[in-house]
């Protein structure tokens, strides 16, 4: 039987047996999330007790500093093998190949808007790099392409002091101390947060495939008490494991563009 680290540690935590669960990983692996999903408890609506509601993934810790948290992991293979063709192709246009971690923004902000009942005028984004060194800002990422958002993050780009993010993606290592630092105002604090855990290289494809040591990415989704209830937060957090699981969705935009009056 293969399981992933995190979840066997998640089994065993919380005295589940893993050979009664369904492994949606590769070649069958139980990830985190099945871990999940097996938790979600048998609605009787549906008369033969499954659920008939849409995908929703249960917070895996008890809400910390206002926050609901989502401990999940992904396998990236897929997202690779289809991204590094693509990044061959637009090297010459943005003088860079796209990283997975231009994917992983675009999932996290595709996932987010795709609950109605989650309110934003402009859903800036704030990006950590390099383990937190570097900053970018893309402004009104909802409707913004993978080719936008790469471009927008080669070179990094300062960030103003009236810019408050409401969606915060960090690379491995990057630590507490230094979000709070560059978030000053605790005011102006995010509505979701996703944080990279381990060490798969989020900037792989830029390196060169070869240098892939690992394609399991590990993660941790925060979605604010303040923001959405519960429910939506649950929802939200299985459409980024979705997401990230079918990388050709992310290609898709989906939402109608803003245009300004004339």
Not at 150 to 170: G, K, L, W, Y
Request: glycine share 4%.
């Amino acid at each position: 039987m293969l399981i992933s680290p995190l979840a066997e540690r998640l089994c065993r935590s919380r005295g589940i047996d893993p050979a009664r669960l369904h492994g949606t990983g590769p070649r069958g692996r139980i990830m985190a999330a099945d871990v999940a999903a097996g938790e979600v408890e048998k609605t009787p609506e549906s008369g033969d007790g499954s659920r008939l509601a849409d995908p929703a993934l249960p917070p895996t810790r008890a809400p910390k500093d206002g926050y609901y948290v989502y401990d999940a992991e992904v396998d990236m293979q897929a997202l690779a093998q289809m991204s590094f063709p693509i990044a061959v192709q637009c090297e010459k246009l943005l003088e860079k190949r796209y990283s997975l971690f231009d994917y992983i923004v675009r999932a996290v902000v595709k996932a987010c808007t795709s609950a109605p009942e989650w309110k934003a005028d402009a859903v800036d984004v704030l990006i950590f790099e390099n383990e937190g060194a570097d900053t970018t800002i893309i402004p009104d990422a909802a409707d913004k392409t993978i080719c936008d958002i790469a471009r927008e993050t080669s070179p990094p780009a300062p960030m103003p002091e009236d810019f408050h993010p409401r969606i915060v993606v960090c690379d491995a290592h990057t630590s507490r101390a230094r979000v709070a630092q560059v978030l000053r105002s605790p005011d102006h604090r995010p509505d979701f947060a996703f944080v990279a855990r381990g060490n798969s290289p989020k900037v792989g494809i830029r390196a060169g495939r070869a240098k892939l040591r690992s394609c399991i990415l590990p993660y941790t989704f925060y979605a604010s008490e303040q923001a959405v209830s519960p429910d939506v937060a649950n929802h939200i957090a299985a459409a980024l494991h979705t997401l990230l699981y079918n990388p050709a969705r992310l290609l898709l935009i989906t939402e109608a563009r803003k245009t300004k009056p004339i």
